[in-house]
């Protein structure tokens, strides 16, 4: 699916996705990713849902979003209360959906301006 992107081009939108990838301000990844409005794009080192771990999640604690989108992969799946615990400590939200919704939501919750993290399984 394509999405239009914002003509400012100042911060990360969602631009397009599909089954196994994402493209952000049109540039495809092809894995799984942390998304920030601000900050450069981060490789997120997971291949699948059974492979996420804490460390993962507290890769979001130093950006210090008001809450995270995590897109599950193609169908929702909700991690562990384990895996997201520290987040919840710094007061962090974790919202959960399946990949596509994830996507729209953060482009949405981006354009209002909040301070927001998309954390996208692509599965490889």
């Known amino acids: 699916m394509k999405l239009h992107q ?12 599909g ?7 049109l540039v495809r990844h092809q894995g799984s990713i942390l998304v920030l409005p601000e900050a450069p794009v981060i490789p997120w080192p997971v291949a699948s ?3 996420l771990a804490a460390e993962h999640f507290e890769l979001l604690i130093a950006p210090a979003p008001e809450v995270v989108i ?8 909700f991690p562990h209360p384990r895996l997201t ?19 729209r939501t953060y482009n949405i919750l981006m354009a209002e ?11 490889s």
């Open 6 to 17: 914002d003509s400012s081009g100042a911060l990360n939108t969602v631009t397009g996705y």
């Open 19 to 25: 089954p196994d990838y994402v493209e952000i301000n």
């Open 49 to 51: 849902f059974e492979a």
């Open 70 to 77: 995590f897109g599950s992969g193609e169908r929702l799946r």
């Open 85 to 103: 615990a520290a987040l919840a400590k710094h007061h962090i939200g974790v919202e959960t959906m399946d990949f596509k919704a994830a996507c």
């Open 113 to 123: 301006g909040r301070k927001v993290a998309a954390a996208l399984l692509i599965e």
